[in-house]
């Protein structure tokens, strides 16, 4: 079965980095697009950034283009998201993501990891 594991959340102050990492297992990682969503409480998931499977391209939000960046290590079944110039806006929790190709749709998820910038 897929599992999704997001780490590396945590309490910052702005300025600081992060990086979040997503270890997967149950399914052939480097066959899927993944992806980093970002929800806050009592809203909807928002899309963060996006990876193919072999790293060719990369999509990231408006608001992080510049300072975060999606990588993967396809060897180590691991998804990250390097956060630079966190700022008190990025406070969400963040969850990664497998996208399928059959449905059109991101369809398995972790369980999250909170991040918190203090300013």
């Known amino acids: 079965q897929v599992r999704l594991v997001e780490s590396g959340g945590g309490l910052v102050q702005a300025g600081d980095s992060l990086r979040l990492s997503c270890a997967a297992s149950g399914f052939v990682f480097g066959d899927h697009t993944m992806g980093w969503f970002r929800q806050a409480p009592g809203k909807g998931r928002l899309f963060v950034a996006s990876?193919?499977?072999?790293?060719?391209?990369?999509n990231y939000a408006d608001s992080v283009k510049g300072r975060f960046t999606i990588s993967r290590d396809n060897a180590k079944n691991t998804l990250y998201l390097q956060m630079n110039s966190l700022n008190a806006e990025d406070t969400d929790v963040y969850y990664c993501?497998?996208?399928?190709?059959?449905?059109?749709?991101?369809?398995?998820w972790g369980q999250g990891t909170q991040v918190t910038v203090s300013s």
């Open positions: 993501a497998r996208f399928d190709v059959r449905s059109g749709r991101y369809g398995d």
């Open positions: 990876i193919r499977r072999n790293a060719d391209n990369m």
